[in-house]
C-alpha cells in the first residue's frame, strides 16, 4: 500500500535515526524520494528541507528509496548494538592484557571513533585504512588472523542480513 492512502494524503517524511542521535552522531535515512513518488504534489520542496535541517541537527543524513529501509533498518538502526558488542569485547580484550577495566574502555571507545572518522573525514576505503596500520608479520596482521578465523566480517554481515531479515518479517505481520 502508498504511503498517501493510508495517511489521508497528509505531506509524510519517514526517517530511520539511529540511537546515536542522542549525542548528535545519528546516521539518519529518510524515504524523501519515495515521499514524492507517492504523494506527488503533497510534498514540497519546503518539507525536505525543514526535514533535513530537523534531522541533520542529530547527525548526519541520506536520502534512500522506501525499499531499502528494512536493509537500513538492519544496518543503521542495529548496528549501533553490534558496535557497542565490538567495544566491550575490545575492552575485555584490554583488561586480559592487563589493563585497567576503565583505561580499556576509554581506550576501545576512542579507537572505534577515531577509525570511524577516518573513514569519514578521509574519504578512503576502510580496506586501505586497514593496511596503513598492518606491517608485515606485525602486532596488527596478528590480531586480524585471529578476526579472520573466527569470521569476524562474515558474521557481522549475516548480522545485518538476520536483522534486515526480522524487519521484513516484522512489516508483514504488521500489514496483515
Known amino acids: ?17 539511529n540511537t546515536p542521535s542522542a549525542v548528535g552522531e545519528a546516521a539518519s535515512a529518510s524515504d524523501t524520494l519515495y515521499l514524492v513518488m507517492c504523494l506527488g504534489q503533497m510534498a514540497r520542496k519546503l518539507d525536505e528541507e525543514r526535514f533535513s535541517r530537523l534531522f541533520k541537527a542529530i547527525g548526519k543524513i541520506w536520502t534512500a528509496d522506501e525499499k531499502y529501509f528494512d536493509a537500513i533498518t538492519g544496518l543503521s538502526g542495529s548496528g549501533p548494538a553490534y558496535i557497542y558488542l565490538a567495544i566491550e569485547a575490545l575492552a575485555d580484550g584490554g ?9 580499556a574502555l576509554g581506550l576501545a571507545s576512542q579507537t572505534v571513533l577515531g577509525a570511524a572518522a577516518m573513514v569519514n573525514q578521509t574519504g578512503k576505503h576502510p580496506g586501505q585504512l586497514k593496511d596503513a596500520v598492518t606491517s608485515p608479520a606485525g602486532t596488527t596482521i596478528a590480531g586480524i588472523q585471529e578476526l579472520e578465523k573466527g569470521a569476524f566480517r562474515s558474521t557481522l554481515m549475516s548480522a545485518v542480513l538476520a536483522a534486515t531479515k526480522r524487519c521484513r518479517e516484522l512489516s508483514q505481520s504488521k500489514s496483515l
Open 1 to 17: 500500500m502508498c504511503w498517501p492512502e493510508w495517511s489521508g494524503h497528509q505531506r509524510i517524511i519517514r526517517v530511520m535515526p
Open 95 to 103: 583488561v586480559a592484557a592487563g589493563l585497567p577495566r576503565e583505561l
